[in-house]
């Protein structure tokens, strides 16, 4: 093994070790984060459909700075009596060099699973709420929480949020087919504030507690109402709104015990469901029923 190693070693001089586990900063000054893929050069970018996707050069030094993290749960478990969970986000910066000169900032973003989803504009015509103008949304997160140590807008740069999608508007991803209105942006916006009144997007600025720029930590609360899937936390380090380094973890959110079974059951046997809820049903009207005459005749 030893041999082989060095083998390869020899013949790939340019290959780059990894920098830690979660790690996806580009260990090369030129190295993407994502392999290049076969996209058109202009991306619909939020709010701006036209807006084209920036092109930033990665830090001179990326290795300078690194982040350990932790979180205090992994795996989030749906019960019958859930009503939230809060996810404690902890972790340190790694450094092989004094402390750069700037200041020193933490992003903490945690996003569920995203899935395509239209925005309908209703007006009122002869006295009915109808739909009429729509925007379909190429992906959207049902769920999304940023988590800083400041003003978002003063320590990221937007040539850095094009880049990583941390902000809000940029979550959203590109527009699907062809955009039937002329203007999306009242559109983008509705959703960003309907989904911020339900407590499904938050911005928490000021909510990273950062200790002598090593030690950060923050809390961010998921909501009752999650929906199964894998969700990311990411995790940046930042100098003069540039992003230095970034982590990543997953974290698993299923559902157990009886809400898995009626779940599984529901969709692999929906006949079988609907006839046990309606015997529910019946048992629990002529149980009503029973408990009324008693009290009557009592």
Same mark, same amino acid.
């Given at each position: 093994?030893? /041999?082989?190693?060095?083998?390869? *070693? @020899?013949?790939?001089?340019?290959?780059?070790?990894?920098?830690?586990?979660?790690?996806?900063?580009?260990?090369?000054?030129?190295?993407?984060?994502?392999?290049?893929?076969?996209?058109?050069?202009?991306?619909?970018?939020?709010?701006?459909?036209?807006?084209?996707?920036?092109? &930033?050069?990665? /830090?001179?030094?990326?290795?300078?700075?690194?982040?350990?993290?932790?979180?205090?749960?992994?795996?989030?478990?749906?019960?019958?009596?859930?009503?939230?969970?809060?996810?404690?986000?902890?972790?340190?910066?790694?450094?092989?060099?004094?402390?750069?000169?700037?200041?020193?900032?933490?992003?903490?973003?945690?996003?569920?699973?995203?899935?395509?989803?239209?925005?309908?504009?209703?007006?009122?015509?002869?006295?009915?709420?109808?739909?009429?103008?729509?925007?379909? &949304?190429?992906?959207?997160?049902?769920?999304?929480?940023?988590? /800083? /140590?400041?003003?978002?807008?003063?320590?990221?740069?937007?040539?850095?949020?094009?880049?990583?999608?941390?902000?809000?508007?940029?979550?959203?991803?590109?527009?699907?087919?062809?955009?039937?209105?002329?203007?999306?942006?009242?559109?983008?916006?509705?959703?960003?504030?309907?989904?911020?009144?339900?407590?499904?997007?938050?911005?928490?600025?000021?909510?990273?507690?950062?200790?002598?720029?090593?030690?950060?930590?923050?809390?961010?609360? @998921?909501?009752?109402?999650?929906?199964?899937?894998?969700?990311?936390?990411?995790?940046?380090?930042?100098?003069?709104?540039?992003?230095?380094?970034?982590?990543? *973890?997953?974290?698993? &959110?299923?559902?157990?015990? @009886?809400?898995?079974?009626?779940?599984?059951?529901?969709?692999?046997?929906?006949?079988?469901?609907?006839?046990?809820?309606?015997? &529910?049903?019946?048992?629990?009207?002529?149980? *009503?029923?029973?408990?009324?005459?008693?009290?009557?005749?009592?």
């Amino acid at each position: 093994m030893r /041999t082989l190693a060095l083998i390869l *070693a @020899l013949a790939l001089p340019d290959l780059a070790l990894a920098q830690g586990t979660g790690s996806t900063m580009p260990a090369q000054p030129d190295a993407g984060l994502i392999p290049p893929v076969d996209r058109p050069e202009n991306w619909p970018l939020f709010p701006d459909p036209g807006q084209p996707r920036s092109v &930033v050069s990665p /830090t001179a030094d990326p290795q300078a700075e690194q982040v350990v993290a932790g979180l205090s749960d992994s795996s989030v478990a749906i019960t019958t009596s859930f009503d939230g969970s809060d996810i404690l986000i902890y972790g340190a910066v790694r450094r092989e060099a004094p402390v750069p000169e700037g200041e020193l900032d933490v992003i903490v973003t945690i996003e569920a699973p995203s899935q395509p989803l239209t925005i309908w504009k209703k007006t009122r015509r002869a006295g009915i709420w109808v739909n009429t103008d729509r925007v379909e &949304v190429g992906a959207a997160p049902s769920y999304y929480a940023v988590a /800083t /140590t400041g003003p978002l807008d003063q320590i990221l740069l937007p040539d850095w949020d094009n880049r990583y999608r941390i902000s809000l508007p940029r979550v959203l991803r590109a527009f699907e087919g062809a955009i039937e209105v002329e203007n999306s942006v009242p559109f983008t916006e509705a959703l960003l504030r309907i989904r911020q009144q339900n407590g499904h997007y938050l911005l928490e600025e000021g909510a990273v507690t950062l200790v002598d720029d090593t030690l950060f930590r923050t809390d961010i609360r @998921l909501p009752a109402n999650l929906l199964e899937g894998d969700y990311r936390a990411r995790i940046f380090l930042l100098r003069e709104g540039q992003v230095i380094d970034a982590y990543s *973890a997953a974290i698993e &959110v299923r559902k157990v015990g @009886l809400e898995r079974w009626l779940y599984n059951l529901a969709f692999d046997q929906p006949l079988l469901y609907g006839l046990m809820s309606l015997a &529910v049903a019946v048992f629990a009207g002529w149980g *009503a029923s029973a408990a009324f005459r008693k009290l009557r005749r009592a």
